[in-house]
């Protein structure tokens, strides 16, 4: 696996001013992926999974004989969690490494970054986060859920009388495009229901926030006036979300009191807390580590055996949805690939339509001809004492997914 270095990707950023210098579209016995997550910052934690992932998912691939008679070669980077530097690693990436492929990003604003960059140079990324939607470009495969196929039904069961009842909404997020979007769609949703604006507050924190315990008072006097009961929908990211749960904790505010739906909250962000103080909060993804089924035992097995063998400095009993997003992209990418018998994006990009996989979440993926989204299916868990999520309920088939709300 070759590996991009900040120093080396600045370096070259100056260079990119230079007239372009072509090349031969990929070496002579391998084909090129990047991949755009940060090993630091505020996302590593996070983000730094999917590098191994990717090649994981790669190497599985390349022990099957490659694609179209090719091994599969994963250059990652660091982009340290600086959004423009996504877009500066992949244009190197693609200008002068020539990959096939990008794999990458997790927030939105990473992704907007990189988004003109794969426009302007033809190229192709896999985008393996839910998001906030309202985004269609033939240059990104949306291989997470919008809104309509996550959020909204999650935010339907806290309402409803399998959930709490929830009448009354304290929105906290990060201060960007996704947590503006999403909360911007729900206040569409709670208007086209009949709930008035004194229902619901919102406030946003800059990228990597720590210090909520004013924002948990906040959370405990909205929640302590009439109007019914009261939720946290949580949209920050990052190392803010371990810090906002373990505050809220602290000043004894349980699930029962006050449910959190945490939107980007994954099993790694569990990791070193005491969950026995957050049971019942909820999070909602394509996928939960706690899923049933054949497949998931074995890309758990899968994920454990590989950190062990290639030491990889992350949990080996720890997977997250962005993981399977990731492993799955590199597969509906080998696909498309094979199927169209070649590694141009043109061309591959033809071969989405009527592409299949089944996932470990026990769903099979599908891609249509409509645009390049892909069906998922669709989780809601619960914190349970084990650092973990246990199912609540699961979707009964894959919902196609809607790309522009109609709540925003």
Same mark, same amino acid.
């Given at each position: 696996?070759?590996?991009?270095?900040?120093?080396?990707?600045?370096?070259?950023?100056?260079?990119?001013?230079?007239?372009?210098?072509?090349?031969?579209?990929?070496?002579?016995?391998?084909?090129?992926?990047?991949?755009?997550?940060?090993?630091?910052? %505020?996302?590593?934690?996070?983000?730094?999974?999917?590098?191994?992932?990717?090649?994981?998912?790669?190497?599985?691939?390349?022990?099957?004989?490659?694609?179209?008679?090719?091994?599969?070669?994963?250059?990652?980077?660091? +982009?340290?969690?600086?959004?423009?530097?996504?877009?500066?690693?992949?244009?190197?990436?693609?200008?002068?490494?020539?990959?096939?492929?990008?794999?990458?990003?997790?927030?939105?604003?990473?992704?907007?970054?990189?988004?003109?960059?794969?426009?302007?140079?033809?190229?192709?990324?896999?985008?393996?986060?839910?998001?906030?939607?309202?985004?269609?470009?033939?240059?990104?495969?949306?291989?997470?859920?919008?809104?309509?196929?996550?959020?909204?039904?999650? =935010?339907?069961?806290?309402?409803? +009388?399998?959930?709490?009842?929830?009448?009354?909404?304290?929105?906290?997020?990060?201060?960007?495009?996704?947590?503006?979007?999403?909360?911007?769609?729900?206040?569409?949703?709670?208007?086209?229901?009949?709930?008035?604006?004194?229902?619901?507050?919102?406030?946003?924190?800059?990228?990597?926030?720590?210090?909520?315990?004013?924002?948990?008072?906040?959370?405990?006097?909205?929640?302590?006036?009439?109007?019914?009961?009261?939720?946290?929908?949580?949209?920050?990211?990052?190392?803010?979300?371990?810090?906002?749960?373990?505050?809220?904790?602290?000043?004894?505010?349980?699930?029962?009191?006050?449910?959190?739906?945490?939107?980007?909250?994954?099993?790694?962000?569990?990791?070193?807390?005491? %969950?026995?103080?957050?049971?019942?909060?909820?999070?909602?993804?394509?996928?939960?580590?706690?899923?049933?089924?054949?497949?998931?035992?074995?890309?758990?097995?899968?994920?454990?055996?590989?950190?062990?063998?290639?030491?990889?400095?992350?949990?080996?009993?720890?997977?997250?949805?962005?993981?399977?997003?990731?492993?799955?992209?590199?597969?509906?990418?080998?696909?498309?690939?094979?199927?169209?018998?070649?590694?141009? =994006?043109?061309?591959?990009?033809?071969?989405?339509?009527?592409?299949?996989?089944?996932?470990?979440?026990?769903?099979?993926?599908?891609? %249509?001809?409509?645009?390049?989204?892909?069906?998922?299916?669709?989780?809601?868990?619960? =914190?349970?004492?084990?650092?973990?999520?246990?199912?609540?309920?699961?979707?009964?088939?894959? +919902?196609? +997914? =809607?790309?522009?709300?109609?709540?925003?």
């Amino acid at each position: 696996m070759t590996h991009l270095t900040r120093r080396g990707v600045l370096g070259t950023a100056a260079l990119l001013a230079a007239p372009a210098i072509i090349r031969p579209a990929f070496a002579a016995d391998t084909v090129k992926l990047g991949c755009l997550f940060s090993s630091s910052g %505020t996302m590593a934690n996070l983000e730094g999974r999917l590098n191994h992932v990717v090649r994981m998912a790669a190497d599985a691939i390349n022990g099957r004989g490659g694609v179209n008679g090719r091994q599969i070669e994963v250059l990652t980077s660091d +982009p340290a969690s600086d959004w423009p530097l996504y877009a500066q690693v992949g244009r190197q990436m693609l200008q002068q490494e020539k990959v096939a492929a990008l794999f990458g990003c997790w927030t939105s604003v990473s992704r907007k970054s990189v988004l003109p960059v794969v426009e302007q140079n033809d190229g192709l990324l896999f985008y393996p986060l839910h998001f906030e939607g309202d985004e269609n470009s033939k240059a990104v495969v949306y291989v997470n859920s919008p809104p309509a196929s996550s959020v909204l039904p999650a =935010v339907d069961y806290l309402m409803g +009388p399998d959930g709490v009842g929830a009448k009354r909404f304290f929105m906290i997020g990060s201060d960007y495009v996704w947590p503006r979007t999403i909360n911007k769609q729900l206040k569409g949703y709670w208007t086209s229901k009949g709930i008035p604006e004194t229902a619901w507050r919102e406030e946003y924190v800059p990228f990597g926030f720590s210090n909520f315990q004013t924002l948990v008072n906040q959370v405990r006097s909205f929640a302590s006036q009439p109007g019914g009961q009261a939720i946290v929908v949580l949209t920050v990211v990052g190392s803010s979300i371990p810090d906002f749960l373990r505050e809220f904790a602290n000043q004894g505010i349980s699930a029962t009191d006050v449910p959190i739906l945490g939107l980007d909250m994954v099993e790694a962000d569990l990791e070193g807390l005491d %969950t026995a103080k957050l049971v019942g909060h909820l999070n909602c993804w394509a996928y939960l580590q706690a899923a049933k089924g054949e497949r998931n035992q074995t890309f758990l097995a899968d994920w454990a055996a590989y950190v062990k063998a290639k030491n990889v400095p992350f949990s080996a009993d720890t997977v997250i949805d962005p993981m399977v997003s990731a492993y799955d992209s590199v597969h509906l990418w080998a696909l498309a690939a094979a199927k169209a018998g070649s590694f141009a =994006v043109p061309e591959v990009r033809k071969a989405f339509a009527g592409l299949s996989f089944d996932d470990p979440s026990g769903y099979t993926l599908t891609m %249509t001809g409509e645009n390049n989204y892909v069906s998922r299916g669709v989780f809601i868990g619960s =914190v349970n004492e084990k650092r973990g999520f246990d199912v609540l309920w699961q979707s009964p088939n894959a +919902p196609k +997914p =809607v790309p522009f709300s109609p709540y925003g």
